[in-house]
């Protein structure tokens, strides 16, 4: 399957990223030690909440088709980068906080263990580079 994008350079350090298949937008820019504005998140911010966001998107569909009673999934991603250029990311910890009722403790486990280890491409994709490690509480 092949995926494409775009990004284009808006002026000082700012960029805008184009999904080519939904056509949605986002704006990218450098910190200010490169001469950036502020007004987008970072291209490693931007990993870091894709790695998240394809996480939770697993978690949901596992949780929902397991019948589990979610109303919300928050993610918490910490990343430790090289200090050394090029400044990739060494570790990445990702804290899943599951809200909902009556949720069973071994289905939320599951839910994030088979997104981890074997449904998130996000996350599979970083973990060849770096280090992962991950864990999950519920709140009632």
Known sequence: MKMTATVDWAGKMTFIGKG?????????DGGADTGG?????SPMEMLLMGAGGCAAIDIVMILKKA???IENVHVEID????EEIPKIFTKLLLNFVVKGENLHEAQVARSVELSMSKYCSVSLTLAQGCEMSWYHSIEA
């Open 67 to 69: 019948r589990q009673a």
């Open 20 to 28: 080519m298949k939904t056509g949605h937008t986002v704006t990218m």
């Open 79 to 82: 990343g430790d980068r090289s």
């Open 37 to 41: 504005l502020g007004l987008g998140v």
